[in-house]
C-alpha cells in the first residue's frame, strides 16, 4: 500500500514509473533530430576512404551531434531494454541477471564508441 | 455445479495466443522488435568507429563486410529497423497528445507506420547509392 501523497507524486507500488515513462519520451523526442542527422552524416560517407571518414567525425559539429545522438540513443535503449526484461523474465535472480548484463552492455558500447570519437578528433 | 456467487469480471493480461491478429498488434510487436534489433545493432557502429579510429587495415575489414551482400543485407535491414523504429516512436508521441486513437485512425497510423518505413529506406538507400563516393 501507498499513501495517496505518495501515489500523487508517481510512486505507487512499483516505487516508480512515471520518471522511466517520461524519459522513454524525453530521449526518444531528443533521437528524432539526432538519427536523422545521424543518417544525414552516414549516407555522406557511404564508400568514402577512412581519411574523409575521420575528416568529418573530426568536424567539431559533426563530432558533438554523433556524441549528442549516443547519449540520448543509449540512455533511450536500455530503459527501453529494462522494459521488455521486467516484461518477460519473471525469476527474480535471472532478472537482476538481465538487468545487470543490460547496464553493462549499455556502458560498454559507451565507451567504446566515444573513445573512437575521442581518438579521432584528439588523438590521432 | 457450484458456481461463485459473484463472477467479478478482471481484465485479463494479453495473451498471444487468444489474441486475434490486427495490424495495429502486429506494429506493435514489430516496434519492440525493432528496438532490440537497433539494441543489438549499436555494436555495428561501435565496431566501425573503433576500426576507423585505429587503423587503415581495420577499416578496410569493416568496410569489406559492410559492402559484402550479407553486410548491405544487415545494414539494409538496420535502416529499416531504425525508420520504422522512428516513424512507431511518433506514433507513440501522437497517441501521448489523445489523438490517433479511434477506430480507422489507429488502423491508418499503423498502416502509415509500415509503408512509410519502406518507403523512407528506399529513399535512405538511394541517396546512398546517389552520393557513394
Ligand atoms: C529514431 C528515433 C527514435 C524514436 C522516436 C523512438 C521512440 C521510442 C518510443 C516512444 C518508445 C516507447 C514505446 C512504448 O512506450 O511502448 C521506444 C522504445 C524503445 N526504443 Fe526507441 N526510439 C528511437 C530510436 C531508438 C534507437 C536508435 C534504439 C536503439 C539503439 C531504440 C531502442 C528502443 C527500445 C529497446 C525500446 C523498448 C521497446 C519496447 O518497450 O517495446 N530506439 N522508442
Redesign the interface.
Known amino acids: 500500500m501507498k499513501t495517496p501523497f505518495a501515489r500523487v507524486r508517481g510512486l505507487g507500488t512499483a516505487h516508480s514509473g512515471t520518471e522511466h515513462f517520461w524519459m522513454q519520451r524525453l530521449t526518444g523526442i531528443a533521437n528524432l533530430p539526432l538519427i536523422i542527422a545521424f543518417l544525414v552524416v552516414i549516407v555522406s560517407l557511404v564508400g568514402s576512404s577512412q581519411a574523409s571518414v575521420i575528416a568529418t567525425l573530426s568536424n567539431p559539429f559533426v563530432a558533438m551531434i554523433l556524441l549528442a545522438a549516443l547519449m540520448s540513443v543509449l540512455i533511450h535503449m536500455r530503459i527501453g531494454m529494462q522494459v521488455i526484461i521486467e516484461d518477460y523474465v519473471h525469476t527474480e535472480l535471472r532478472k537482476i541477471l538481465l538487468l545487470m548484463a543490460n547496464t553493462f552492455f549499455t556502458l560498454a558500447v559507451a565507451i567504446a564508441a566515444v573513445y573512437a570519437i575521442l581518438k579521432i578528433n584528439f588523438g590521432l | 455445479m457450484a458456481e461463485p456467487k459473484v463472477q467479478i469480471e478482471r481484465p485479463l493480461s494479453p495473451h498471444l495466443g487468444i489474441y486475434r491478429f490486427s495490424i495495429t498488434m502486429a506494429m506493435s510487436i514489430v516496434h ?1 522488435i525493432t ?2 534489433a ?2 543489438f545493432g ?2 555495428l ?2 565496431w566501425w ?2 576500426a ?2 585505429s587503423s ?1 587495415k581495420q ?2 575489414i569493416v568496410s569489406a563486410f559492410f ?1 559484402s551482400w550479407f553486410g548491405q543485407l544487415v545494414l539494409f535491414g538496420y535502416t529499416w529497423a ?1 525508420l520504422h523504429h ?1 516513424l512507431g ?2 506514433r ?2 501522437i497517441w ?1 497528445t489523445a489523438h490517433g486513437l479511434e477506430p480507422g485512425e489507429r488502423e491508418f497510423l499503423a498502416y502509415a507506420t509500415l509503408v512509410g518505413s519502406v518507403v523512407l529506406t528506399l529513399a ?1 538507400w538511394m ?3 546517389m ?3
Open positions: 519492440r528496438g532490440s537497433l539494441y549499436t555494436l557502429l561501435v568507429l573503433l576507423a579510429s587503415a577499416f578496410d559492402a531504425l522512428m516512436g511518433i507513440h508521441f501521448d535512405v541517396l546512398g547509392y552520393f557513394k563516393g
